[in-house]
């Protein structure tokens, strides 16, 4: 056997017609192509190009070679394409926000797991619209309002958003008002995208305003804003989805008992032009079920 290590130099030459072309589509020089096929052309005793006037042409050795190989080497491509295919049959890829993936995906995605076992979930993060996630997926999870794409909108779910607060911030355990919030400490995050609640928005509900208010702290990630709120720093506005866990826990109470209901807070997403596999079907059945409860 020739060195394989040139066979897909020459290969690439031969189609392309050009020592060139073939180094920029391998990404190696020029230099390192026309090496390996000299090699080549030695190993076998024949000439395999014609180099004239800084261009190359196959020889009839080199065209019948070239036919071979090319080939060969697209039965090994056809041939791992199938064999990756087989890999994700029972594969569904889950794109999730961060702050979700982590506060309420995780804590039951085994139960997913306990129904469907013989499929396997890869979780990938981002903290970015799903229309910016340039690699594939099957499913994705995100705020409302955030930018899409042309991916299909499956389903969307309600939350509710309320403050939050450490129980020691608060120690004399009495409920506040709206209009007592701001004399407090808030926590605010604040996101590119217009998705996420504001203070100024949540109080204006109840008819309240945030301009008098005593400076608070700005956070550029909700889960770092979450976890100063369970440090004891102030108070922070919560996503029911994703602070429940930890009001279940103990590390975050709610100081107050008003809130705002979201009917169409969170949207699921299947990619655009993506497959209607079971393993697919049933991840997103599972994820409206969970959702709705």
């Known amino acids: 056997m020739p060195a394989l290590t040139s066979l897909l130099p020459f290969e690439a030459a031969a189609r392309l017609e050009s ?20 090699g080549l052309e030695e190993d076998l005793g024949v000439k395999l190009f014609v180099r004239r006037n800084r261009a190359v042409f ?15 080497l697209g039965n090994i491509s056809d041939r791992a394409v199938t064999l990756r295919e087989s890999r994700r049959k029972n594969r569904v890829v889950l794109l999730c926000q961060l702050c979700e993936a982590f506060y309420w995906l995780m804590p039951r995605l085994s139960t997913f797991q306990d129904q469907q076992a013989g499929i396997e979930v890869q979780v990938v993060t981002s ?29 969307t779910a309600a939350d509710e958003v309320f403050p939050v607060c450490s129980p020691s911030y608060l120690a004399t355990g009495t409920l506040l008002g709206p209009e007592a919030l701001c004399l407090h400490h ?29 400076p608070g702290t700005v956070f550029d990630s909700y889960p770092l804003m979450l976890q100063a709120a369970v440090a004891g720093h102030g108070i922070a506005l919560g996503w029911r989805r994703t602070a429940g866990k ?3 826990e103990g590390a975050l109470v709610r100081p107050c008992a008003e809130y705002v ?10 990619e655009n032009g993506g497959d ?12 409206q079920e969970q959702l709705s409860t």
């Open 246 to 248: 930890l009001i279940e």
């Open 58 to 72: 196959l020889t009839e050795e080199g065209r019948q070679l070239g036919s071979v190989v090319s080939e060969a």
């Open 276 to 287: 209607e596999r079971i393993e697919v079907q049933a991840l997103l059945a599972w994820l």
């Open 186 to 214: 808030l926590l605010h995050y604040r996101s590119t995208s217009p998705d996420f609640m504001v203070w100024e928005e949540w109080l204006q509900v109840f008819g309240k305003s945030i301009a008098n208010h005593v």
């Open 127 to 155: 903290t970015r619209p799903i229309a910016e996630f340039n690699d594939r997926f099957d499913v994705a999870l995100q705020s409302t309002g955030r930018a899409s794409g042309l991916h299909a909108l499956a389903f």
């Open 261 to 270: 209901p979201l009917p169409h807070a969170i949207s699921v997403y299947k």
């Open 19 to 38: 020592f060139s072309r073939a180094a920029d589509e391998l990404h190696i020089t020029q230099a390192a192509v026309s090496r390996q096929i000299r």
